[in-house]
């Protein structure tokens, strides 16, 4: 296991370097730090001297890749690249644009995100099993043929009706919560109830449509044919038999996006102002925080690599046939 | 001439798209199983009805793409000059719901403006009333004009123009079939293994009927009502319609030849072609996906503000950023379909008919165009179909996130973002959203529904079942 768990660490590490210089090319190449500091200083009647002080009082007056006036191993690590990218490596994220430690932010902003996504996902994979197990148990009736009809239907409906809809019933028209905002401690129930609940209903429809397709398809399998045979009622080979054996792809299908759950929703944390990382992302986009948007891509990508190696210890967890070498 | 006609990237490569895919129905298809699939496809009712749906929105898209600039009225001494507004055909079909402009937001189908305003009386006195709307001349000019009898007369149309396309339908078929009235509608009912026609007869009736009925209510109401700038918001939702089928449409195009070239090969030669490419495409979905396109459309946004002299206009602009768009959402979807074809291609590259062709010395280009392609046609199909929802619905996320379509286009999303600020009015305005709702959600369910019949008919394992 430790041994698998090193070599899963190397393999992270080139993948990490790509996603780095990918987004690095992205902001600094297609874009060059001139191109920035016009964008924020105002894109006309700027002088020169401006756009320098601007270039040195966040960092980027220095080369891109390779610093030849720098003396020894300066060469490399005196320029832009070394400072805004590789820094990353071990977590130092720099300052965004208004000065701030990006660090720190996201600490601060990661419980909030939490306190959503994580009853999001518990009680999502919940409802959504036990809709799909409704489903299979009344498949080929009226019942399943009317619950597919309502999850395509229900997966056909933007995202962002759901929340519109959800805010203005629950919040504006029936006034049982406040419409958006967010305070620490114990009261903040009351400010993510609603887009907890809403986020859920939003994705019924996809889920269980899913899960029913991997219930019927155990339902199709030997095992459930030899205990057909045996004489068990329908009811138990549903709950003791295809359900243990479904889990299994639901489960480890839903390792990999456990890490990115401390990403927080973009949507939802936006619409109900939800102090978390997720709306930070959103800041950050439309306040064109360059600095903020690569530490969210390098964070992202490091916890899909994280989901990715749960994913396989899951997998030889649940299914002994599986092994980890 | 007077009118010159205007091209734009999105507008030839959607219509590439149709001659491409016209070139491939036109062309029999030599490939046994595909063609057994799209005859299983033809028999399903909801695959017929759905596409039939999907088919009206593809013209609506068409028509829009194609665009021109109408001419100015001839002055004597200059030559022919040209409106720098570019329009579109779509628009001059809709002409009449530009006519007439409110000064801003009315109900649908009212008679005032949905907002009090200063009106000066013949007399000389201001009172503060909701003002008549501009279309109500119409309604003064022609006299009896409610509801209710434009409804009727546009159900009847309907009902005409349904039993028109019936007996065309029908006399063409006796005609292929050889046989008289009475034998057709006993074939039909029975419902035997051909297209089912009552399905789609009965679509064609609906979709006719409310269409005529929308053309004759939107002779003299505002249909859906108006928006704040007093535009008609059964025109923008129709306008709409062009930039959620492009963004689905061409972005599989843009995709398609990452994906296949770059499966096909990994899957192929394996060794480290098959390395490097599952290393770029781990990368790329490493990731976050909405983090990638909001990147690039910053940086996109950054390079069109510094080079403005290279769009000549505005409709270039913003044709630009959607081009570019879907690229972007191309660049970050093809790995699914990668992976896929990666998996697929190493299974066929063992059987038995690849490695006879390899001992005949078949090259390896040949190999992967004439022995492996033709088997992944229908995952490349059952990809594209299934993308095409998922893609509509992003577009809105987008653009109401700042980093879709430009704000200047007509776009469900930008309507939806409008509306952020209309749904906090009081009272409330509501018909600009559940217009692009209600449109975007007729479009979706008809792909959804489509795609799963595709999915059945296409996959050879789903067929067992």
């Known amino acids: ?119 999001v996902f518990v009680l999502g994979l919940l409802t959504n099993i036990s809709f799909a197990l409704l489903l299979v148990l009344f498949r080929g009736t009226h019942l399943d043929r009317f619950g597919v009809m309502l999850a395509v239907a229900l997966m056909s409906i933007s995202g962002l009706f759901y929340i519109i809809a959800g805010q203005y019933l629950v919040a504006k028209l029936w006034r049982l919560v406040p419409i958006s905002g967010y305070v620490n401690g114990l009261d903040s129930w009351r400010f993510v109830v609603l887009p907890i609940a809403v986020s859920i209903i939003a994705g019924i429809g996809g889920g269980s449509r899913w899960y029913r397709s991997i219930f019927l398809e155990e339902m199709g399998k030997d095992y459930v044919r030899t205990a057909r045979a045996k004489g068990l009622s329908e009811w138990r080979i549903l709950f003791r038999h295809v359900l243990q054996n479904g889990l299994i792809p639901i489960l480890t299908g839903a390792v990999v996006v456990l890490p990115l759950l401390f990403m927080g929703s973009l949507l939802t944390e936006s619409f109900f102002g939800i102090p978390g990382l997720g709306s930070y992302i959103i800041d950050a986009i439309q306040a064109q925080d360059f600095a903020i948007v690569r530490a969210m891509v390098f964070i992202g990508s490091a916890l899909y690599i994280v989901g990715l190696s749960l994913t396989d210890i899951a997998y030889s967890w649940a299914d002994p046939r599986v092994r980890l070498s | ?79 022919r000059q040209y409106s720098v507004e570019v329009t579109s055909v779509l628009d001059e079909i809709l002409q009449p719901l530009l006519k007439y402009k409110e ?12 907002v009090k305003q200063n009106v000066t009386l013949p007399d000389g006195k201001i009172v503060r009333i909701y003002p008549l709307l501009r279309i109500d001349d119409i309604r003064r000019q022609t006299g009896s004009n409610d509801i209710a009898h434009r409804a009727g007369r546009g159900v009847l149309f309907g009902i005409s123009f349904a039993v028109l396309v019936a ?135 950054v390079y069109i503000e510094m080079h403005p002299a290279m769009f000549d206009s505005a409709a270039s602009r913003t044709d630009f950023r959607l081009l570019f768009l879907c690229i972007i959402l191309g660049v970050t979807s093809w790995t699914g379909l990668c992976r896929v074809l990666r998996g697929e291609t190493l299974k066929l590259r063992e059987l038995e008919y690849v490695q006879a062709a390899r001992a005949f010395g078949v090259s390896d280009w040949r190999m992967m165009l004439r022995h492996i392609l033709p088997n992944l046609y229908h995952l490349i199909l059952i ?35 409008a509306a952020r600020l209309e749904m906090a009015r009081e009272p409330i305005v509501w018909w600009p959203l559940a217009a692009a709702f209600s449109l975007m959600f007729v479009l979706v369910l008809a792909a959804n529904l489509f795609a799963d019949s595709v999915h059945d008919a296409f996959d050879p394992r789903g067929r067992q079942r």
């Open chain 1, 1 to 119: 296991m430790i041994h698998y768990l090193g070599r899963r660490f190397l393999y992270a590490l080139p993948i990490l370097f790509g996603v780095n210089l990918l987004t690095f090319l992205l902001f600094f190449i297609v874009n060059t730090p001139d191109d920035m500091a016009r964008m924020h200083l105002g894109t006309k009647h700027v002088s020169a001297a401006a756009i320098a002080r601007w270039k040195t009082a966040h960092g980027y007056d220095k080369p891109l890749f390779y610093h030849p006036q720098a003396h020894g191993s300066d060469k490399l690590t005196d320029t832009v690249f070394f400072d805004k990218s590789l820094r990353m490596f071990v977590l130092d994220f720099g300052q965004s644009d208004d000065g701030r430690n990006i660090s720190h932010e996201i600490e601060t902003r990661a419980g909030p995100s939490l306190e959503i996504a994580l009853p």
């Open chain 2, 1 to 79: 001439m007077n009118w010159q006609p205007v091209i734009l990237w999105t507008d030839g490569l959607i219509w590439l798209l149709v001659g491409v895919v016209a070139l491939t129905l036109w062309r029999k298809s030599p490939h046994g199983q595909l063609h057994e699939a799209s005859v299983r496809l033809r028999q399903m009712p909801v695959a017929m009805t759905t596409g039939l749906v999907l088919f009206l929105f593809v013209a609506i898209a068409l028509l829009d793409s194609l665009h021109y600039r109408a001419a100015l009225p001839a002055h004597p001494g200059v030559g």
């Open chain 2, 103 to 114: 000064k801003t937001y009315s109900a649908p189908l009212a008679k005032h403006l949905y």
């Open chain 2, 167 to 301: 007996a065309c339908a029908a006399s063409w078929l006796m005609m292929r079939r050889q046989c008289g009235i009475a034998e057709l509608v006993r074939q039909l009912l029975a419902m035997d293994n051909r297209l089912p026609w009552r399905s789609m007869l009965l679509t064609v009736a609906l979709l006719g009927t409310l269409t005529a009925v929308l053309a004759e209510l939107a002779g003299a109401f505002h249909v859906l009502g108006t928006d704040k700038i007093g535009q008609d918001v059964l025109y923008e939702t129709l306008k709409s319609i062009r930039t959620g089928v492009l963004i689905g449409t061409l972005t599989t195009l843009i995709m398609l030849p990452f994906a296949v070239l770059l499966g096909v090969s990994a899957g192929y030669f394996g060794g480290w072609v098959d390395d490097v490419i599952q290393y770029l495409y781990t990368t790329l979905n490493a990731i976050p996906s909405v983090l990638l396109i909001a990147a690039a459309v910053l940086i996109m946004q």
């Open chain 2, 383 to 417: 990809s594209v179909v299934m993308d095409f929802s998922g893609l509509v619905l992003a577009e809105a996320v987008l653009s109401y996130l700042g980093v879709g379509v430009d704000p200047a286009m007509q776009s469900w999303g930008n309507m939806i973002n």
